[in-house]
């Protein structure tokens, strides 16, 4: 700066003027520029008010890392670590230390041993009618499980998963009664009818999708429903198919066959969970995982088979249906027409909306709900069913996938309460709060913020209409220090977001476009109006910058 009166103009003196410049200016014109260091006391005069902070995310955690021994130990059969364990240091003692971040195999094992004992905390009283529930509730929930392969992951709107189950239930139970098949062959045979129960329904999958399949397959269900139901051979006058063989015994005790009947259908659940794991967390789950819904070409174009993984998906789970149907009629010694009802699929679908599509923990706890209405709070007759009906309402109205989404859920929303919170407490301009800064593990990014945001106060004090008018003239060459500063600080800016100019030709027209700071995502067109010269072009960008400066 030249040491003028306080009236007259400050000039820009070019510092290369003494060596000579290829732009010809030697000085231009500036507006006052304070001093930053004004910015910074001010800055530092505003204290933000501070309240005590909740604590952090509970994690059980162990001293000493022993990290490699749990890497190490894996599932039987699989690549899947016994536990997700990572070992860290403390940030604040620098001791070493571990912490589980998946709880979810501790809360299933918890959950399995309350099953397996429940008969023990059974009240006496109702303890015949609760193992019968128990052993209902087993069944509906591998049923379930295997459901929500093929509309969770496979993302195959299916409804004729029960037709599978009685098809499978009723072939079974004619061939033991007729041919006198053992029960322990039930089950296999079951799953050789569900296999071709598959093929038969899976070819239409290939070609149509969503509401059309939906109502193909509810379309199927309907007319196994009628065939079985109009079938003399099949027990048409009894409502059912009764007398097959099976493992529990007549002569045993009723509380023996109950006890018999409830643990059969939990390890029939168990089997079913395995089931799901080993389809969902292994490479046809990871396949599909790439192409949900709406971004099939997508997969497509990286090279992904989804539909023969939702095809293979499908076969598996029809495979694993059929063999739930002979355990049925194997449990049950024969299988009733109400496997093929309306209100049975209905109610399964409850079933998994409740819990949660697509996960395994969503369709058992769906199931443990509506059985517990449906077969234990029989007092309250026809309105446990229109509880039923408000909590599936509820679920779809409120949560975004099912009772297991409440947490994601409820987190999402406390962190954007979190920060509108905290936009009402601090200066317009991003500065991290005491207990946000607690959040953040690089202490790095807390530095640049503040100065960030200490640039950004100063650079607003040199936006003036003299300075765009000068940019206007001439966007490129020797500007002035208040000018200067500006174009510094533009052209810092990181990649994302960051403004450019397309040109459609050699000479233009001119674009605005903003990159995305994605390596392989194309940038996005800003603005549809065309810039027939470079000077306006580039004009036009600095005018954008400068509003997202003063609206930062």
């Not at 509730?137 to 299916?158: D, R, Y």
Request: aromatic share 14%.
């Amino acid at each position: 700066m030249t040491d003028q009166a306080p009236s007259e103009p400050y000039v820009w003196k070019n510092p290369l003027a003494a060596w000579g410049t290829d732009t010809g200016n030697a000085e231009a014109p500036s507006i006052t520029v304070p001093d930053p260091r004004d910015t910074w006391r001010k800055t530092n005069a505003f204290k933000v008010a501070t309240y005590p902070v909740g604590r952090l995310k509970y994690f059980v955690i162990w001293p000493n890392h022993g990290q490699k021994t749990w890497d190490r130990t894996r599932w039987w059969l699989t690549r899947r670590n016994l536990l997700n364990i990572k070992g860290l240091y403390n940030r604040k003692t620098a001791a070493a230390e571990k912490k589980i971040l998946d709880r979810r195999p501790i809360y299933w094992a918890l959950s399995l041993i309350v099953l397996m004992l429940a008969p023990l905390l059974f009240p006496q009283a109702q303890l015949n009618a609760l193992l019968t529930a128990g052993a209902t509730f087993g069944i509906f929930a591998a049923i379930n499980v295997c459901w929500t392969l093929i509309i969770g992951t496979a993302s195959i709107f299916s409804l004729a998963t029960y037709a599978v189950v009685g098809t499978a239930g009723f072939i079974t139970s004619l061939l033991s009664i007729n041919y006198g098949l053992p029960w322990y062959l039930l089950p296999p045979i079951g799953a050789a009818i569900g296999l071709v129960f598959g093929v038969l329904i899976a070819a239409p999958a290939l070609r149509l999708d969503g509401f059309y399949y939906a109502l193909l397959t509810l379309g199927l269900n309907e007319l196994f429903r009628v065939f079985f139901t109009t079938s003399k051979q099949f027990g048409a006058a009894s409502g059912g198919l009764y007398g097959a063989n099976s493992f529990i015994s007549q002569g045993w005790a009723p509380l023996t066959q109950s006890l018999v009947a409830y643990y059969a259908s939990f390890c029939l659940l168990v089997a079913a969970l395995f089931v799901f794991r080993f389809i969902n967390d292994k490479r046809l789950g990871r396949v599909l995982r790439m192409a949900p819904e709406k971004r099939e070409a997508f997969a497509a174009a990286t090279g992904v088979d989804y539909k023969r993984a939702r095809i293979t998906i499908f076969l598996a789970t029809s495979v694993a249906l059929g063999f739930i149907g002979g355990f049925y009629a194997a449990q049950y010694r024969g299988i009733a027409y109400s496997i093929f009802d309306f209100q049975t699929v209905l109610l399964g679908l409850a079933m998994i909306t409740i819990g949660g599509i697509g996960r395994a923990e969503g369709a058992v706890l769906g199931t443990l709900v509506v059985i517990f209405l449906r077969d234990i709070l029989l007092e309250i007759g026809p309105w446990r069913y229109l509880i039923i009906g408000c909590a599936m309402l509820g679920v779809v109205l409120f949560l975004n996938n099912g009772y297991f989404g409440i947490r994601k859920q409820f987190n999402a929303w406390r962190a954007k309460k979190r920060g509108e919170w905290r936009s009402t407490r601090t200066e317009k301009g991003g500065e991290a709060l005491p207990e946000e800064a607690t959040e953040i593990h690089d202490k790095d990014t807390l530095y640049f913020r503040r100065f960030d945001k200490v640039q950004r106060d100063y650079l607003k004090g040199l936006i003036s209409p003299e300075t765009i008018e000068e940019h206007r003239r001439q966007p490129l060459g020797q500007h002035s220090e208040a000018l200067e500063r500006v174009l510094l600080y533009f052209r810092r800016s990181k990649m994302e977001d960051k403004y450019a100019l397309h040109a459609a030709g050699p000479r233009g027209p001119f674009k605005i476009i903003a990159f995305s700071g994605v390596r392989g995502v194309s940038p996005r067109l800003v603005d549809d109006r065309e810039f027939f010269t470079l000077d306006e072009a580039y004009h036009a960008v600095f005018v954008r910058r400068v509003h997202d400066l003063l609206e930062s």
